[in-house]
């Protein structure tokens, strides 16, 4: 399918279908510095946060529709165009978080900077015409992220916000996950399903044990990769708990396929000491969590 140039994507008068826009009344255009901005770009579209950075709340959350024939630097770009906030300057902190599988975790001990291709190239066939690879170190786990992203959209946002942080969505579903396990806890398991793509994450006192994404087109390959990371790890489908983030129901047929074959499964929440706004009350809680978590990668 082809892909429109992000150039005439950005000029184009249609604004980006909206499945979702909730604003609180006490955002202030007008003090961005006390405000931090969270964008998410990936299969499931765009989606916007901003949180009041002294509060620690958030008081905006929007979901734009996907658009498949357009690039996400284009799909981006539009977006700012039609928006009022996306694409200003003077923010306290902006996260832009990719979604894809070209990416890979590497202990912080054995990475050497200006390694990064040689890395991601065990796992992923870089097009350097159309794909530059980014670094993200996760502060506190010794661990450093090395993943692929849109050349065009990695270049726009690092020319509209310098010194700000591109980084993986694994990343924000390692840094939520992490928030929520405990200290000398059981292993845990934490799901997050997208348009046709499982991550699974696997934790143990607040230690990072597993992380993969995998795609799927039927609820056979989903119900078959979680039980395959869960006989690989040594977890019990009748004892161990899982949690699930993202977008399904829960009477949808994925959450269905989970209970059937997982006795101890639930929805998770949206990560703790943050606040949110009431407008975003009738939100299910185990929605949107990677965009969330943006609040918590340093």
């Known amino acids: 399918m082809p892909v429109t140039p992000a150039a005439s994507v950005a000029a184009s008068t249609t604004p980006t279908p909206a499945l979702l826009r909730l604003r609180d009344e006490t955002l202030d255009a007008d003090q961005l510095a006390g405000y931090n ?9 765009v989606r916007v946060g901003v949180a009041d950075a002294r509060r620690n709340k958030f008081v905006l959350l929007e979901d734009y529709a996907p658009q498949p024939a357009t690039s996400l630097a284009g799909q981006v770009q539009q977006l700012a165009v039609h928006h009022d906030l996306l694409g200003l300057s003077g923010w306290n902190r902006v996260r ?17 900077d200006g390694d990064e291709a040689r890395c991601l190239q065990l796992h992923h066939h870089l097009d350097v015409q159309h794909e530059v690879v980014r670094r993200f170190r996760h502060p506190g786990q010794e661990m450093v ?9 990695a270049e726009w946002f690092e020319r509209t916000y310098p010194g700000q942080k591109l980084l993986h969505q694994t990343s924000a579903l390692v840094e939520g996950a992490l928030h929520q396990s405990e200290r000398q806890g059981a292993r845990r398991m934490f799901l997050s ?45 009748d004892e161990d708990h ?18 059937k074959y997982i006795r101890h499964v639930r929805f998770g929440n949206r990560p703790y000491d943050l606040t949110y706004s009431y407008r975003l009350n009738d939100v299910f809680e185990y929605r949107y969590f990677e965009l969330y978590s943006l609040h918590l990668c340093e």
């Open 145 to 153: 992220s090395v993943f692929a992203a849109e050349k065009s959209l």
């Open 242 to 259: 899982v949690t699930v983030w993202g977008d399904l129901l829960h009477d949808s047929v994925l959450f269905n396929v989970l209970r």
């Open 37 to 45: 901005l969270y964008l998410t770009a990936g299969s499931a579209g």
């Open 96 to 112: 832009l978080a990719v979604q894809n599988r070209h990416f890979t975790l590497l202990p912080a001990p054995l990475f050497r």
């Open 193 to 237: 399903v997208g348009p046709q793509e499982l991550s699974v994450v696997v934790v143990r006192d607040k230690q990072l044990e597993f992380c993969n994404v995998f795609a799927f087109s039927t609820p056979e390959d989903f119900i078959y990769y979680t039980i395959l990371v869960m006989q690989e790890l040594g977890l019990n489908p």
